[in-house]
Nanobody, 116 residues
Framework: QVQLVESGGGLVQPGGSLRLSCAAS????????MGWYRQAPGKQRELVAG???????NYADSMKGRFTISRDNAKNTVYLQMNSLKPEDTAVYYC??????????WGTGTLVTVSS
């Protein structure tokens, strides 16, 4: 079992920044991939960004340049730095932990609201 605890969501004005964190605990195996997804009201969940335990990253095209994913393997924690936030970034952001073919866990989500 893997437990994921997300933090850092909240209310921010357009153009502002937030940093999300997700700490994993439990049966942490490597190699693994941690990532962030988001789901806006009335929309499907979508990939924001992912990062492997080796440091390889991938981003949804619409997030490139504004969002940065990083991780601290010693702390089993992944971060998402979000800059230049827009109202359309409002969503519940979910952390995901995967070991290919073996494990797939989701966090409970943290709400990000971008509004003036």
């Amino acid at each position: 079992q893997v437990q994921l605890v997300e933090s850092g969501g909240g209310l921010v004005q357009p153009g502002g920044s937030l940093r999300l964190s997700c700490a994993a605990s439990g049966s942490i195996f490597s190699p693994n991939t941690m990532g962030w997804y988001r789901q806006a009201p009335g929309k499907q969940r979508e990939l924001v960004a992912g990062i492997t335990s080796g440091g390889f990253t991938n981003y949804a095209d619409s997030m490139k340049g504004r969002f940065t994913i990083s991780r601290d393997n010693a702390k089993n924690t992944v971060y998402l730095q979000m800059n230049s936030l827009k109202p359309e970034d409002t969503a519940v952001y979910y952390c995901r932990f995967r070991v290919a073919g073996a494990m797939d866990y989701w966090g409970t989500g943290t709400l990000v609201t971008v509004s003036s």
